[in-house]
């Protein structure tokens, strides 16, 4: 079945640096845009970035242009989000997100934390 598994979550400094990682499965990877979404606490999930199946071609919600890159490596199943000049506001549960076959699937996040 398909599972998206996120790692790299943690707790930095405003302005630092994290790189979220999301190992897929259970799909044929190259053949599926994959996305990266948020949700703070009590606000809505929404778009980070996306990219296309084979990594051409990316979008940015306007709040992280120029911050966070999306990237894929499909010999390895995973997408990143590497998340430079952190702010407060970017402090979030990241999520993996496929639409596969007709359905949507997420991972279960990972905890994104900005404070000093």
């Known amino acids: 079945q398909v599972q998206l598994v996120e790692s790299g979550g943690g707790l930095v400094q405003p302005g630092g640096s994290l790189r979220l990682s999301c190992a897929a499965s259970?799909?044929?990877?190259?053949?599926?845009?994959m996305s990266w979404y948020r949700q703070a606490p009590g606000k809505e999930r929404e778009l980070v970035a996306g990219?296309?199946?084979?990594?051409?071609?990316?979008r940015y919600a306007d709040f992280v242009k120029g911050r966070f890159t999306i990237s894929r490596d499909n010999a390895k199943n995973t997408v990143y989000l590497q998340m430079n000049s952190l702010k407060p506001e970017d402090t979030a549960v990241y999520f993996c997100?496929?639409?596969?076959?007709?359905?949507?699937?997420w991972g279960q996040g990972t905890q994104v934390t900005v404070s000093s």
């Open positions: 997100y496929a639409a596969v076959g007709g359905r949507t699937y």
């Open positions: 259970g799909f044929t990877f190259s053949s599926y845009a």
């Open positions: 990219i296309s199946s084979g990594g051409g071609n990316r």
